[in-house]
Structures are given as C-alpha cells and as structure tokens.
C-alpha cells in the first residue's frame, strides 16, 4: 500500500470505533489519535497534523468547539486544517454548523465504511502530496 | 461482468415512481399509521435497536456484522445510527449476528429472555436460518453495561427516546381508543331503537377502520428496484442524499439480485440516487429520484430503472 507521509489525527472518544480507524490508517499514514476534544487540541498544536478526522460528540470541548479553536488559531496550518466530520449526527443544523467552520467533509458513521472515509482522506491530501514531489 | 455494467446506460433521471404507485403507497401508508396508532395493527419490525439491557436506552455507534457459517458469503456489516437502529437483508442461509460496542457486552446476561416489557423478538447470538428468499433481519439486541460511557451519558438529552414513555403513551391511547368504542356500543344497546346519531357515526367510523385492518395490505420491510435486465442489479447501489447537502450521505445500500434493498433513514425528503460498481473507478451515478421516507423509516418504495 502507498505510504503518503502525512499524519492523520483520529479525534474519537469511543475506543472500539478510535482502533478501527487507527488500524485502518496506520498501513499508510503516520497517526494520531484523541479521546477527547481538549486533547486532540494539544496534539493538534503540537504535532501540526496534514488532517484531523473529527467526531461531534467528545468529552470535555466537543468537536463544534474543537472545529472553532483550530478556524481562529493565529498559526495558518492550524487554521486551514483539512478536517474531515465523522459522526453520527445527521440533522441540518449539525451539518450547517460544521460547514459555516469549513469543513472538507463529513460522513454519517452509520451511513459510511471505513473505506469511503479513507478514500476521501487520500483525495482531500492528495494534491499535497503531489506539490511535495 | 465488465458487460454488462456497460450495457447499462439508463437515461439520467430514469429512476421513477409511478403516479399511482405514489398514491396508493401514501394511502396505505397514512391508513397504516392511523391502525398502528390506536394500536389495531401490530407494528411491523422496519428495523431492530441495539439498546442497553439496564436502562433500554438506544446504543450508538454499535459495529453489527452478519456472519454467514458459510463462508462463501461475505459479511455483511453495519453501524447503528444515533437512535440505536440497524437492519440487514439478509441472503439464504445460517448465519449469526456478532455486535461489538465500547463498555457493553454480548450476549447480555441481564436479560435472557426473548422479551423484557419493552423490547421483545430479542436477540442474544444463536444461529438464524434463511431457508427462503432475500428477508430483513432485524431483531432487537440487548447489551450489558460493564463500564460507565460517556457517550451514553452525553446523549441522554439529545434522543427522544424514552422506551417507557413510549410504551405508556401507546397503551394509554389504545385504552382509551376501545373504551370510547365499549361506550359507544353500550349506549347504542341502552338506547335502542332512539339511537343518537353521534354514537352511531362513532360506530360506524370503528367499522370502517376493523374493515381496514382486515383488508388492508401490510406495508413493505424493504424497496424494490425492477429492471428490464435483472443481472445488473448485482452491480446497483442506492445512496440516499440530503437535497440541502449532495455531499452528504444519509442513507447507503446495495441491491440483492432478486432486486430487494433495505434502507434505514430517518423522516425527511431525500434524493434517491442510484450508482454503479464499476471496477477499479469511482461508482457511475446512473440515476435519481426524489423520494419522501414516512415514520416506519425505511425506504420501501417499487423503483422502476429504465422506465
């Protein structure tokens, strides 16, 4: 399998769904993962990673929060983060209010496979991956 | 295999319901909730609930697979949305439903039986056989708490799903639907022969409804897709689309090749689209339609390709 030389962040409190995920990145990608928002904000800031796979609902800053932290942090990479919504709200409102933060997609953990998430992943970093050839 | 993917090129938009159809399945639809309601139709079993055997509330996200004694079939898997729900179509065959959730167990010691008061057809991991065609395989699923879940917890305010006060509500309507019919015959038996018109339009209104119940066709656990050519159902997914959001998917299936599929979705209007597998490329979109899901919540609708 390709191997990108990207780092992924999987920010997901359910430790069964985060394993899967990791397991399933982890043949291409360099991965990190979070069980709670104010976590994935930490490592977010200090590893700088190329995409964050985000839940909604998290312990302690929820997925809404952690989405507006990283959009108005004053470090660029931070703030353009590609972020893709995994999660298993699928109201309007939910979906709008992640699409006002720019989003790059968002998923229906219930509606998706891990292959459609990772195939997104690779396109959304593909164009990056080219630029670094 | 290549083939026939390629022979099929239907018109775009070519995936329709008839006028009629339309009709008639919103009629049977309506009529089917107002017997439901009042309790005279038993509610079918659209899907099943991965709950928790303690508290019953609904469990997400919850992996479900379908694995088949023979291996030649694959696995089929699933994850339960936001109200605990999932549901196969299950092919012929013996098979077992294995679930998996962060701080639950399976089977559930708790509840053993095939019935708690709230949730009954329970499952806890015997074989299921299929001797039949294609069917929805869905029963209910209890799970045993063995570690507090913050998800669980965090959702408590965000589902309304109270089984108990859903359970309370219907038996109270029901109580009362057949008392105001008990009143009704009794004050019509007192009466005689100076009915009052009232009661005997009540009485006639309850006889129209056990006629409906008696006569009025079940609605569907699943939708079917016809075709002229049936072997390129095998190749045929259905995606069901937020019309305010294309890119986000609310709804994903494949079709068997006797042309059934089950569809989980929540109340709402979609966009039905139909794609094609095709090897080593993104799936082709071959049609769409727009289609509205009721409160059974699944899509059970007749789709006619190349119409």
Redesign the interface.
């Given at each position: 399998m390709q191997n990108f030389a990207k780092t992924v962040l999987i920010v997901e409190?359910?430790?069964?769904?985060r394993d899967?995920l990791v397991v399933h990145f982890k043949s291409a990608f360099n991965v990190l993962a979070a069980e709670d928002g104010e976590r994935a904000l930490a490592i977010a800031a200090e590893s700088k990673p190329d995409i964050m796979l985000l839940d909604l609902?998290l312990?302690k800053v929820d997925g809404f929060g952690v989405l507006e932290a990283i959009r108005k942090n004053a470090d660029k990479t931070l703030s353009t983060l590609p972020v893709v919504v995994l999660s298993?709200?699928?109201t309007?409102k939910d979906?709008l209010r992640t699409?006002a933060l720019h989003i790059d997609?968002?998923?229906?953990?219930?509606?998706?496979?891990l292959d459609v998430v990772y195939a997104k992943v690779v396109e959304i970093l593909t164009p990056k991956v080219t630029e670094g050839e | 295999m290549q083939t026939s993917v390629e022979k099929f090129v239907p018109d775009s938009h070519s995936l329709s319901l008839s006028r009629y159809y339309r009709f008639w399945s919103l009629f049977v639809g309506r009529l089917n909730d107002v017997l439901r309601f009042f309790g005279m139709r038993k509610r079918r079993k659209f899907w099943g609930v991965v709950y928790d055997s303690v508290n019953k509330q609904p469990l997400?996200?919850v992996?479900i697979n379908l694995v088949y004694v023979d291996s030649t079939h694959a696995v089929q898997?699933?994850?339960?949305?936001?109200s605990g729900?999932?549901g196969f179509l299950a092919r012929p065959g013996k098979f077992k439903i294995l679930v998996?959730?962060?701080?639950y167990s399976f089977p559930s010691t708790i509840v053993s039986a095939s019935n708690d008061g709230v949730y009954d057809h329970l499952y806890h991991g015997e074989f299921i056989e299929l001797t039949g065609g294609t069917e929805v395989v869905a029963p209910n699923i209890p799970m045993d708490p063995v570690a507090k879940d913050?998800?669980q917890q965090?959702?408590k305010h965000m589902v309304d799903n109270n089984p108990y006060v859903k359970l309370l509500r219907s038996r109270l309507i029901q109580s009362l639907f057949w008392f105001i019919f008990a009143l009704a015959g009794v004050n019509l038996i007192f009466t005689y022969p100076s009915h009052s018109v009232s009661w005997v339009a009540i009485l006639l209104v309850y006889a129209w409804l056990l006629g409906a119940n008696v006569l009025l066709p079940h609605e569907r656990l699943w939708g079917l897709v016809t075709t002229a050519d049936p072997v390129n159902l095998e190749h045929l997914i259905l995606e069901?689309h937020?019309p305010?959001?294309p890119?986000?998917?609310?709804?994903?299936t494949e079709v068997g090749q006797d042309g059934k599929f089950f569809l989980?979705a929540?109340p709402g209007y979609y966009t039905l689209v139909a794609k094609y597998k095709q090897p080593n490329q993104p799936a082709r979109t071959a049609a769409n339609t727009q289609v509205k899901v009721g409160k059974i919540g699944v899509v059970n609708q007749s789709l006619d390709l190349l119409k």
């Open positions: 409190d359910d430790g069964m769904l899967l609902l312990p298993n709200l699928w309007n979906i699409q997609a968002y998923f229906v953990k219930a509606d998706t496979n | 997400d996200p992996l898997t699933g994850v339960t949305d936001l729900r999932y998996r959730k962060t701080n913050w998800n965090a959702k069901l937020n305010l959001f890119d986000v998917i609310l709804g994903k989980l929540n």
